[in-house]
């Protein structure tokens, strides 16, 4: 009898470990990862560190949410278009929860669009939804030695024409946030495009975040969102630096806007703060 | 009895499985339906220029811009405004230089002299974007070349910094430190309003609508040419209103613009920019300035006949024929007075009555003197008249002298613009000149004194 009783306790642990093994191996404890953007300028260079972060938590099947802890006045139209894109990506997969820092304004406020759910503080700045550029010089006199094959060669185009190209932009950004906020503004496109920044709790009376909150609440409701419970906390810029990859931005900011603007002096969706 | 047993494995296996699942998922996350970010955004218009053609009504007169305020803009910026003033017949002027500073206080003497010379001959002035403060007395010169019939335009834009408000204020004009926009119908960028509203007048005339580049508000009761739509705003005021970056004040002769750009290519095709652009030319060719003696010869149409009261002053004649057409005016000999033609007339005082009734015109008695109304009584001998006589909009200058060498004295001092010294009144100067000639400098600047010269 006694033989008996410890044959099948035997094999019932045997078997507990078994199915634990196997909940470990294919499906694995669940966990949320925190991405910290202390202060980012978006530009081709910082876009590349953050999609390395967001391919990271994208391609990790043990992380069912990720929080992103995101502060930015915005950048490059192109490098704003691109985080934004990369983190649609990940949240087709799993839910991607963001909380403004002290401010996510133009191409920030684009990244944050790709989210399911959007914190802030409330003294946060949300918006300034626009795009801003610094126009080519008008077109110069001919000159002997420097012979382009077209007219637009040397500017790229026309005064007229950039400025054309800056409206569409700014379309494209407004139509973005209708398309991504759905039923949740309450904002006209021309209110919007007015490019106003908004503090945390006015851009939650109008739709532009989800709610006021906290760390805590973010990393909640991305857990609530996927589903899960018991779960762990990956600092994704912590994991990543174990690999050998340091994160710029994870230290503060390096680039004044007027760096920016003198580097990059093309179109920006970039809230130039006021001096 | 041991297979039995096995059958404990699959079953612990899928509930401590089962039991995991629960303890860490509580549900499933499924992806939201939001659709994808569409690259379809505005197509850029392709821009179409209006077809404008000018038709341009000839004047004479003289149109004089200020230049020596460092003034913020370039010539090309308003060479199509220039060139539909030449078209019509107008001369230009610039008073200053645009790359020449002349805000120092050394120099400001030597501007209020260029700004004094400048208006003189003026019909019209346009001021744009000054840099440089305007001095007290140049501030009077302009007012009194409004008072007198000159007209004024006055350019500014928000973009570039400038003291426009400094004449503008003298009519009751500001320009606001603001810019207007609309971010429900612009051209392309929000600053860019259309502007559809009109009061009737010679400005406005054909217009349809015309399109500024970054304009302000204008303010002045009553005097608004051109107006924005509800929904357009003033940057500064943040709430919708009826704004107005045209108007004019001073009886019509003082215009206000708060954009400069709309009259450069190529926005200046752009709607009815360039009907604008033509009307504005037509405004400054409209001038009705009052011109006196002192600012011969521009109160000349373009033509003008010449006329001698004996044969031996006909070089004089030559010489202020010669003098006149320098000052874009055709002036020809004639022999006879053609009383629908401005005219000069050079004689000796025995010709007096051929002109007799133009000098009794101006109270005027001549015998072995000259006596004027102002009581002033002259000998004819060695003395010379010029006299500006207005009849129904024409012209009469009469030069009378002594002798043929005081006639010619005569003429050298309006080429030379000492006769400015010898006025009595506004259309009237009399000249005590010796037998000996003076010898001028080149070019007929300033001679030694003349002896005797009378009021000199």
Known sequence: MKRWFLSYMFLAILSLVIGVGIFVALIGRPQVAVINVSYVELDGFTADEINKTLQFVRDDNSIKAVVIKLNSPGGTVSASANVFLNTVKIRDKKPVVVLVGDIAASGGYMWLLGANYVYAYPASMVGNVGAIMNLPAGASSPSENVVPTGPFKLTGGSYRTYIGWLESIKDEFIQTVFSQRGDRLKITPEELAGGKIYFGS?????????????????????????????????????????????????????????????????????????? | MGAKRLIIVPIVVIVSLVGSLSFFYNGRYVPPK????????????????????DSPAKQTGTLVIDESHFNSFSEQEIAILLSRVTARGYEIKSVGSLTTFMGSDARLKEREALLEDGLRIANSFLV??????????????????????GRLLLIGEPTRRNTINQIAQDYSIIFANDYLYNVKEHEDNFRYIYLRDFAPGEITRGLKTVVFYVASSLSLENGGLVFTDNNTFSSTREQTGRFSPVVQAANGNVLAISDLTFMSPPYNSVMDNDRLISNIADYLTGSGRVFKLSEFPHFFGPKVDVIVGRDELLSSAQSLASLVNQ????????????????????????????????????????????????????????????????????????ILGDSRDTVKEAVARLKSGEFRQGLVSDNLGIYTITEAVPQRVAGGTTPAPVKGGNGN
């Open chain 1, 202 to 275: 006015d851009a939650v009376r109008l739709g532009l975040i989800d709610a006021l909150g906290t760390e805590v609440d973010a990393i909640n409701k991305a857990a609530q969102l996927a589903g899960i419970r018991n779960y762990t906390l990956v600092d994704v810029n912590a994991a990543l630096k174990e690999q050998g990859t340091n994160l710029s931005f994870s230290k503060f900011g390096n680039y004044s806007s007027n760096s920016v603007k003198e580097q990059f002096p093309y179109i920006h969706y970039m809230f130039w703060e006021p001096k």
């Open chain 2, 34 to 53: 939001t659709p994808p970010p569409s690259a379809a955004g505005k197509v850029p218009q392709a821009y179409v220029s209006s077809a404008f053609v």
């Open chain 2, 128 to 149: 744009a974007l000054p840099w440089n403060e305007y001095t007290t007395r140049e501030r009077e010169l302009v007012r009194n070349f409004v008072d007198r019939g």
């Open chain 2, 327 to 398: 000052h874009n005016r055709t002036a020809e000999l004639k022999e006879r007075e053609n009383y629908l033609q401005e005219t000069a007339f050079l004689g000796l005082w025995e010709d007096s009555n051929q002109v007799e009734h133009y000098l009794t015109g101006a109270g005027i008695q001549v015998n072995k003197t000259v006596v004027t109304p102002f009581g002033q009584k002259t000998q004819t001998q060695g003395t010379a008249l010029i006299l500006l006589q207005e009849n129904q909009g024409r012209h009469i200058l009469i």
